[in-house]
T-cell receptor, first 114, second 113 residues
Framework: AQSVTQLGSHVSVSEGALVLLRCNYS??????LFWYVQYPNQGLQLLLK??????LVKGINGFEAEFKKSETSFHLTKPSAHMSDAAEYFC????????????FGKGTHLIIQP | NAGVTQTPKFQVLKTGQSMTLQCAQD?????MSWYRQDPGMGLRLIHY???????DQGEVPNGYNVSRSTTEDFPLRLLSAAPSQTSVYFCASRTSGRGYEQYFGPGTRLTVT
């Protein structure tokens, strides 16, 4: 079985500051990991994914994430927050939920302070 | 490509009513799925399909039915709506196999009174 834990249901950072959203996973098979972003009243959009190639994955909008097997982590970072980054962020692992469906974390709401 | 489309965007039902949430994709994806999103719960898988004629249950299937008669369409049926089914419903599709991106529709916000 797979599971995802996102530390912090709400994270607040100042504009221009580092963004760090934490994700830890458990998986009985080598994991495929995803970060999705959801803007208010919209569907989910893929930010980036890890599929066993490079451990440092670069995504859209300046985000990146590093896969650390020893720590079972896949934290999302961005060097400098922008007001437009305010959204809900979901980490997900593939392989759970039937026929390689996605198992999601509960989400982290990112707040950007001006 | 329109991607994944869902109708309706909003719906209000009374307890006991039935309805069908529509989902269609034009990317020729084999795998389609339905999730519900509730505050503080993330997204949870309701049902999924790996191809036309093949469906299976996810994490929270009770109270919902699905069918897959074509590759393009994957409707979700609420047989007898309950207030616990008040949620935002998302349909998604992807190419079969692990590691492929899931494409999500815009969602249907359902309220059951």
């Amino acid at each position: 079985a797979q599971s995802v834990t996102q530390l912090g249901s709400h994270v607040s950072v100042s504009e221009g500051a580092l963004v760090l959203l934490r994700c830890n996973y458990s998986s009985s098979v080598p994991p495929y990991l995803f970060w999705y972003v959801q803007y208010p009243n919209q569907g989910l959009q893929l930010l980036l994914k890890y599929t066993s190639a490079a451990t440092l994955v670069k995504g859209i909008n300046g985000f990146e994430a590093e896969f650390k097997k020893s720590e079972t982590s896949f934290h999302l970072t961005k060097p400098s927050a922008h007001m437009s980054d305010a959204a809900e962020y979901f980490c997900a692992v593939s392989g759970g939920g039937g026929a390689d469906g996605l198992t999601f974390g509960k989400g982290t709401h990112l707040i950007i302070q001006p | 490509n329109a991607g994944v489309t869902q109708t309706p965007k909003f719906q209000v039902l009374k307890t006991g009513q039935s309805m069908t949430l529509q989902c269609a994709q034009d990317m020729n994806h084999e795998y389609m799925s339905w999730y519900r999103q509730d505050p503080g719960m993330g997204l949870r898988l309701i049902h999924y399909s790996v191809g036309a004629g093949i469906t299976d249950q996810g994490e929270v299937p009770n109270g919902y039915n699905v069918s897959r008669s074509t590759t393009e369409d994957f409707p979700l049926r609420l047989l007898s709506a309950a207030p616990s089914q008040t949620s935002v419903y998302f349909c998604a599709s992807r190419t079969s196999g692990r590691g492929y991106e899931q494409y999500f529709g815009p969602g249907t916000r359902l309220t059951v009174t």
